[in-house]
């Protein structure tokens, strides 16, 4: 290989590892300014008399553009610095351990400014009070038109239940064991059923009998919920014998509002 040509090859190894130094700083990896400019140019301007193909112009083009680029962000470095009245930490620092305790004191109390709130009733807001007083209508006017007629509280009887269809013509017991065995057959294959899956029926009404009952079947030992709170799920999974640990230990209440809002979601196939 003549001279020539190796001084052209270093050329073009020179200006690609410049283009790939100028990239790392462009995608923020390297310090701006551990990018000397001057002996960049100096390096592009050394190796520009040798060029003399479209390729070889083309690189150190694309090396003066991406060198172009880190000036810019340099540049910009200076401008935010400066506006942003930004000091050096080492140089603050050396400065604060040159500074007196007296003069740090005489800094510190000449940039202390304490807040300091006083808040007191004034004439001018007892009176705003006084008007909005004034203004307001007697509690007997204003709680008139409230109706809150007595409501005694009353039994209902089973025979009352079945007719509102909360119960079935069969015994309780018997009907707790016949859905408890529907349960059991609908979650055969994983061992839980979503709670909506099992309550929702073609009808409202249905579908709170159905939530009625399976309360008791959590209740009295058939099946347990299985709460998610952070995807907001209810799943029952029911036993494969009674347990009675639920009748003789304490137990936590979970309310699950069954409202026609949520079951027409249910019958629409979203999500209660």
Partial sequence: MTPHAEEKKLGKERLQRIIEMCVAIES?????FTLNVDDIIAIVKQYFPHWNHPDELRLDAEALHHLASVIKMQSEWVKQRSTSLYTDPFLLEEKIRQ????GMVEVF???????????????????QGLLYWEALAPLGDRWKDIDVSAVEMGMVSREEMVKARVLGNREFGE?????WAELKQ?????????????????SYEETVQRAFLTSFLVTYGYATLEIDRLEETVTILPYIKRREEPLSVQSTSVPIAVSVEDWQKWKQGKQP
Avoid: H, M, N
Wanted: charge should be negative; hydrophobic fraction near 40%; include cysteine.
């Fill in 109 to 127: 109390a000449s940039a202390w400014t304490p807040l300091v709130e006083f808040e007191q009733l004034s004439l001018s807001s007892l009176a």
């Fill in 99 to 102: 500074t007196s305790k007296e």
């Fill in 28 to 32: 923020r990896q390297v310090d701006p």
């Fill in 186 to 202: 609908k979650a055969a294959s994983t061992g839980k059923i979503p709670y909506w899956d099992f309550i929702g029926a073609e």
């Fill in 175 to 179: 009907e707790l064991e016949c859905y």
